[in-house]
T-cell receptor, first 111, second 115 residues
Framework: QKEVEQNSGPLSVPEGAIASLNCTYSDRGSQSFFWYRQYSGKSPELIMFIYSNGDKEDGRFTAQLNKASQYVSLLIRDSQPSDSATYLCAVRHSNTDKLIFGTGTRLQVFP | EAGVVQSPRYKIIEKKQPVAFWCNPISGHNTLYWYRQNLGQGPELLIRYENEEAVDDSQLPKDRFSAERLKGVDSTLKIQPAELGDSAVYLC?????????????FGSGTQLSVL
């Protein structure tokens, strides 16, 4: 079992729709969770982080965390073609402090 | 504010040759990371520095990879000799927080091709 799992996609959504990106993790003790966006040929950029169960909203982005289910998600409202990128889920391991990345989900937003 | 600066942007070498990558972190960021990213994969940590000290190098292939961070600022990652499987993007990142929390700022990366 991978430590951080994501569906590689691509996830295709129409412009204006809600994109839902999901991530599961294996370390039950993890407390810190991050979403990075990576455009093709570019480096990752932090867009959201969440530490507590529930929802955290920032503009069009909402991160959701459920520690009991070991599940974290990212919702993008009013998706735009400029949101087309790979979204990397990252989890800080409780024992090693190492930031473990998933393989990423490729999102395509079409006009 | 300048971001994380890496060089070179691209490097093509033949196998068994040495190669070095350089990174200058964001000013004031004491934590520096080197990650390797293979195509279609997420970044994998090679080494993390807190100031001059390498606090996590468990995934650095020490038989051929070496890294240093002199004076706690710039860092260099070296591969000698390079193998075909080393072809990847090498990312440097820095963070204001210690302990590897997770709010990382990445440089543009060095794309290495080993022929």
């Amino acid at each position: 079992q991978k430590e951080v799992e994501q569906n590689s996609g691509p996830l295709s959504v129409p412009e204006g729709a809600i994109a839902s990106l999901n991530c599961t993790y294996s370390d039950r003790g993890s407390q810190s969770f991050f979403w990075y966006r990576q455009y093709s040929g570019k480096s990752p950029e932090l867009i959201m982080f969440i530490y507590s169960n529930g929802d955290k909203e920032d503009g069009r982005f909402t991160a959701q965390l459920n520690k009991a289910s070991q599940y974290v998600s990212l919702l993008i409202r009013d998706s735009q073609p400029s949101d087309s990128a790979t979204y990397l889920c990252a989890v800080r391991h409780s024992n090693t402090d190492k930031l473990i990345f998933g393989t990423g989900t490729r999102l395509q937003v079409f006009p | 504010e300048a971001g994380v600066v890496q060089s070179p942007r691209y490097k093509i070498i033949e196998k068994k040759q040495p190669v070095a990558f350089w990174c200058n972190p964001i000013s004031g960021h004491n934590t520096l990371y080197w990650y390797r990213q293979n195509l279609g994969q997420g970044p994998e940590l090679l080494i993390r520095y807190e100031n001059e000290e390498a606090v996590d190098d468990s995934q650095l292939p020490k038989d051929r990879f070496s890294a240093e961070r002199l004076k706690g600022v710039d860092s260099t990652l070296k591969i000698q000799p390079a193998e075909l499987g080393d072809s990847a993007v090498y990312l440097c990142a820095s963070s204001l927080e210690q302990g590897g929390v997770g709010k990382l700022f990445f440089g543009s990366g060095t794309q290495l091709s080993v022929l």
